[in-house]
């Protein structure tokens, strides 16, 4: 069971947005940078965002990353076929000493 | 560009010992500017984060498999290697290694992951 939880899944129309929430603890993302992964299968998985809101380079300005206490947002805009795959947060746990990631969330595009 | 590749064997015995290794390219395991890790994905699960090591040999294991997890850096071949022992059918994962940015940061570069299985 993972210390950062997300909603299993969500879903919306081509170029519609979505946003995945990743709720966690104040050892966690109340205390250190969260960052997103994008997981499609058959590939490596993808940093997208790191330090709360930084896209890493080469990343589209359509996905988005915010922060506010115990809890992070992913935001995706104009939402592509290309955007279905899975979406994790992660950080450093500083109680438990460890990277957590989130319980993950799949992107389906209706 | 940086490339991290995995390898080993795809099928272990129950109470054996998995060993992996991470070879890279496009970059360097000697270089004191980054970690390299370890991340594994259990069928049908989320990611678990195994643990880190620096180009030094200095290495952190997740707690909830020290016990079990061993970790090397060979420079001259720039690559490390993964020995999680005593192995059971719920250490049958993805494993993906993984370049930190540092100790406790993310990880910016991934492999494309190998399936182990016990």
């Known amino acids: 069971q993972s210390v950062l939880t997300q909603p299993p899944s969500v879903s919306a129309a081509p170029g519609q947005k979505v946003t995945i929430s990743c709720s966690g603890t104040t050892s966690g993302i109340g205390n250190d940078y969260v960052s997103w992964y994008q997981l499609l299968p058959g590939t490596a998985p993808k940093l997208l965002i790191y330090d709360d809101n930084k896209r890493l380079s080469g990343i589209p300005d359509r996905f988005s990353g915010s922060k506010s206490g115990t809890s992070a947002t992913l935001g995706i805009t104009g939402l592509q076929t290309g955007d279905e795959a899975e979406y994790y947060c992660g950080t450093w746990d500083s109680s438990l000493n460890v990277y957590v990631f989130g319980s993950g969330t799949k992107v389906t595009v209706l | 560009q940086l490339q991290l590749q995995e390898s080993g064997p795809g099928l272990v015995k129950a109470s054996e010992t998995l060993s992996l290794t991470c070879t890279v390219s496009?970059?360097?395991?000697?270089?004191?500017?980054?970690?390299w890790g370890w991340v594994r994905q259990p069928p049908g699960k989320g990611l678990e984060w195994i643990g880190r090591?620096?180009?030094?040999?200095?290495?952190y294991s997740n707690p909830s498999l020290k016990s079990r997890v061993s970790m090397s850096v060979d420079t001259s071949k720039n690559e490390f290697s993964l020995k999680l022992s005593s192995v059971t059918a719920a250490d049958t994962a993805v494993f993906y290694c993984v370049r930190m940015f540092d100790w406790n940061r993310h990880c910016d570069s991934w492999g494309q992951g190998t399936l182990a299985i016990v």
């Open positions: 496009g970059g360097s395991v000697g270089s004191p500017t980054h970690y």
């Open positions: 090591i620096y180009y030094n040999g200095n290495s």
